[in-house]
């Protein structure tokens, strides 16, 4: 047999130079009718809206005077808004935001395969026999012709229970695996960060060897943040915090391997080497990603053979997967299941619902509890106590201090008239903010632009870390910064606190904020020691002008680490440094506590950075254990997200970095600028028109339509009248060309009779009963078998490889298989309708339609993207014809859609 090579050019049937200027808006393939069958005048005719509206346009002025005289033409012409047509050049010019990025559909499956595999499940369940057998097609037969069959509610219930079962038995395995990877990596950090410090320590502290403390330091550091390179060299995508990549793969975008479990390995190596490089990096955003990965991993669990649980294998309940994952990785971050909870809900999943608010509820509980546990069994012959759980709570394991007994002097305290203060302090954050995202921007765009390769890449961590690494070793050594204070008076341990070059007895400031974990110990003292005196002005400055600045330049480069941490210990630098300066220098009889300001000052730069509100409340309040701090922190951070916002006049730190990728992200309302733009669908159409398949399509022309267009979905039209009836996927079209005994002639299925017609056009209970389609028509199961799977999926000349020339020239009917009733939008439609659709519903694509219901475009993310440009880049979108187009019936004036 000889493998079919080029099935031919596959031109739009009548093509003209018409079609070569793109104005050619649909192109139909397939079909029992030749494709010369089809007249230049009913091509004409089918596009004569698309030509009649540019005409139309053209002329729109002087015919609105004619029909209503000038008054009236200016009065309607006000009313309805300019149509920007600009936008539609914008469209056809750069084709859409993001175009590398693919994304998935979380509609509702509708296909007749997918209706017969539940009609047939319940019927299994109700005589009794095993639900997971594979469909038989005398079933669906015989139930889509009422062939005795009864609907059984009592049968669907237990099949339901049986999902409802399985699929909380994922959630809670979702839980215990990040429990078990928090531990592992958070304990592996500090540990081998704390040996690196002691190790260094000693030999200056008790070998009074500073040099060789120094040089041993250094080269350990250094030595870490390259092993930290090294995964991130080998999978890209597991550099950064992961956070926004998160946010990506919820809202529904395909970001190549950021979810595999071998991306997830090198972000946990990645991270780990980091935090004990002493690089300013966090565990937080790293840890959300492992759990993103676990949890859109989850659904590999289910069987594959087991019909009954195919719901949880759709992208739907994958990407809920995955934010259920999100909240237990933000759970294990901070031991606060609340915070992973508004965590996910805020700022990571784009589509919540009650049920997942439950699911994430039970994941993100079953996380802490299970941390809890591993840590009681790893205590060192002691209890793990509860109150430990709080991160930065500064309550020692071994002893109790009096925050626990309820000892109101020994927290922080505030009074009534301090929350003007804390709006200051807000506000103060939100500027530090803004500075830090517009500094961090300017720094990523150097990146991109000067391309580096990854030996630069590698040279550039290097050179961080090497300096990171002198400077806080250096600086403490400095006379100028060298502060010793008596250890006798301080709250906590010993073990918090570094002799480094003072006397035996006291502590260098200095060396304890920078030579110490950051957030197991350096923040936890800014927030405990209660003494004005344990921690000078300068030295606050110093330490949380070293880690904001370092981190300014450092985040972005090829190491995994996130941003949290080290935000909170410069902004507790900063607020305690202000409370500070405010009791030696302004106040004389109030005196403003340290620790408030410190844990204040932590929530007001973070939210400026990051611009998170409900979960970062959340997550301060717990993590120092003092409940009433809600409401201070609560006000803190609405002033840094707002002052913020206002000084930069751009998005959080995430969303930044979502922009410079290029990422085709919508937020859940459509941009403003596009709400009062009279923007319409047929402006934001997809370049290049649609690509219409016919419900009975050749082989061949199948085969080289994939090879050709490179689209996700393709409209399934009607063979007679070029109706819409179906869309169908790329993928489910690749899997139909492997299954060569669904194929059939031109004289065994004539077009004429409808022998061959799955679907009716009132219902889906018509199907035909011959013994040809029961043996044509693939199962759902056998269809979910037959999709390639990445990186299997074939392109270019590989797709249909396997086919011969005679296969080429037999049919398929696509109509089994398609998606019934796609979503559609008029084409006169506004865009920010057609916005609110996609975006609400998650789909991939969108048919827009003329008054006849044919297809005339489509619509994907990536254009619906651009909207974010109205308004803020004017001079892209410049408006060359701001005309209205308006249709009075009965009327000359004819509109393009009738």
Not at 295 to 304: E, K, S, T
Not at 398 to 423: I, Q, T
Not at 679 to 708: F, T, W
Request: charged share 20%; aromatic share 8%; net charge neutral.
């Amino acid at each position: 047999m000889t493998a079919v090579g080029n099935y031919g050019s596959l031109e739009p049937k009548g093509k003209s130079a018409a079609a070569d200027r793109g104005e050619t808006r649909g192109v139909r393939f397939g079909g029992l009718k030749s494709s010369a069958s089809t007249s230049s005048e009913e091509r004409i005719e089918s596009d004569s809206w698309f030509h009649r509206d540019f005409s139309i346009r053209g002329g729109f002025g002087q015919s609105v005077r004619n029909l209503f005289g000038g008054g009236r033409g200016s009065m309607i012409e006000s009313l309805l808004g300019p149509t920007d047509h600009s936008f539609s050049d914008m469209v056809q010019e750069k084709g859409g935001l993001g175009l590398d990025y693919s994304s998935v559909d979380r509609g509702i499956i509708d296909t007749a395969v997918w209706h017969s595999r539940k009609l047939s499940l319940i019927q299994d369940r109700t005589v009794g026999r095993d639900s997971g057998v594979t469909d038989r097609r005398a079933h669906m037969l015989n139930q889509c012709q009422g062939g005795g069959y009864v609907y059984d509610h009592e049968a669907v219930k237990r099949l339901e229970r049986e999902r409802v079962r399985l699929e909380y038995a994922l959630v809670v395995f979702t839980g215990l695996v990040m429990a078990v990877i928090g531990v592992a990596v958070s304990r592996t950090a500090d540990n081998i960060l704390e040996m690196k410090l002691d190790s260094a320590l000693e030999w200056h502290e008790t070998h009074g060897n500073w040099y060789r403390g120094f040089f041993q330091h250094v080269g350990t550091s250094v030595a870490l943040a390259m092993i930290a390179f090294m995964p991130v060299a080998i999978a890209p995508v597991s550099g950064g915090s992961g956070i926004a990549e998160a946010k990506a793969v919820l809202n529904g975008i395909i970001v190549p391997l950021c979810t595999d479990l071998s991306t997830a390995l090198c972000k946990a190596i990645s991270v780990v080497c980091s935090v004990a490089a002493g690089l300013p990096a966090g565990l937080e955003g790293p840890m959300i990603f492992l759990g993103l990965a676990i949890g859109d991993n989850a659904n590999r669990l289910v069987p594959r053979n087991k019909p009954k649980f195919d719901l949880l294998r759709t992208d739907r309940q994958r990407i809920d997967f995955a934010a259920v994952g999100c909240a237990a990785g933000v759970a294990a971050a901070f031991r606060s299941p609340i915070s992973g909870i508004l965590f996910a809900m805020e700022e990571g999943s784009s589509f919540w619902s009650t049920r997942l608010t439950w699911r994430c509820f039970l994941s993100a509980c079953v996380t802490v509890i299970t941390m809890y546990a591993i840590m009681t069994r790893m205590g060192r012959g002691h209890t793990f106590h509860v109150t430990s759980m709080a991160v930065f709570n500064g309550i020692d394991e071994e002893r109790f201090s009096d925050l626990v007994k309820g000892n109101v002097k020994d927290h922080p305290n505030f009074d009534l008239w301090e929350y003007a203060m804390f709006v200051v302090m807000g506000s103060l954050g939100g500027i530090v903010g803004a500075f830090f995202c517009v500094v961090n921007r300017k720094i990523a765009i150097l990146r991109r632009r000067l391309s580096l390769t990854t030996t630069q890449k590698g040279i550039e961590v290097f050179c961080i870390a090497a300096t990171t690494a002198i400077l806080i070793w250096v600086l403490p050594s400095l006379s100028m910064f060298t502060k010793c204070s008596n250890l006798e008076s301080r709250q906590l341990g010993e073990s918090y606190f570094r002799q480094f070059n003072c006397p035996e007895g006291q502590y260098n400031e200095l060396a304890t904020l920078l030579l110490n974990p950051l957030g197991a110990k350096g923040i936890t003292l800014l927030f405990t020691e209660g003494d004005a005196d344990a921690f000078c002005l300068t030295t606050c400055l110093v330490a949380g002008c070293v880690e904001f600045f370092i981190l300014i330049v450092a985040f972005g480069m090829s190491v995994s680490a996130g941003i949290f941490i080290p935000l909170l210990f410069a902004g507790a630098c900063f607020g305690r440094a202000l409370a500070l300066f405010l009791n030696n220098s302004v106040f004389d009889d109030i005196y403003l506590d340290p620790r408030t300001y410190a844990i204040i000052g932590s929530a007001s730069t973070l939210g400026g950075v990051a611009r998170v509100l409900i979960s970062l409340t959340s997550i301060v309040t717990h993590t120092v254990s003092l409940s009433f701090f809600m409401t201070p922190v609560m006000v803190a951070c609405l002033f840094s997200q707002e002052v913020g916002n206002y000084v930069s006049g751009m998005p959080g730190i995430y969303d930044i970095i979502l922009q410079l990728r290029g990422v085709p992200f919508l937020e859940e309302e459509c941009p403003f600028g596009a709400r009062h733009a009279n923007i319409r669908a047929r402006n934001i159409m997809s370049p290049g028109g649609v690509v219409s398949l016919m419900s009975q399509i050749k082989v061949k022309d199948l085969v080289g339509v994939l090879r050709e267009h490179e689209h996700s979905d393709f409209p399934v039209t009607d063979v007679e009248n070029g109706t819409l009836i179906g869309m169908i996927s790329r993928i489910d079209c690749l899997a139909l060309l492997t299954q060569k005994r669904i194929f059939y002639s031109n004289a065994e299925e004539p077009v004429q009779d409808g022998t061959r017609e799955f679907i009716r056009t009132e219902s889906m209970e018509s199907y035909d009963s011959t013994d040809s389609v029961e043996d044509a028509t693939l199962t759902y199961l056998e269809l979910d078998q037959a999709r390639p799977r990445h990186p299997n999926v074939p392109t270019g000349d590989n797709i249909g490889a396997n086919l011969t020339a005679q296969d080429g020239q037999l049919y398929l009917h696509l109509t089994p298989y398609m998606q019934i009733a796609p979503i559609t939008v008029h084409g006169h439609g506004s865009a920010e309708r057609a916005y609110e659709v996609f975006r609400c519903l998650g789909l991939r694509s969108i048919v827009v339609v003329d008054n006849s219901s044919r297809p005339i475009g489509i619509i994907k993310r990536h254009q619906l993207a651009l909207l974010e440009e109205v308004g803020h880049s004017e001079h892209k979108v410049a408006r060359q014809k701001q005309k209205s187009f308006v249709y009075r019936k009965g009327s000359g004036f004819k509109n393009q859609f009738e």
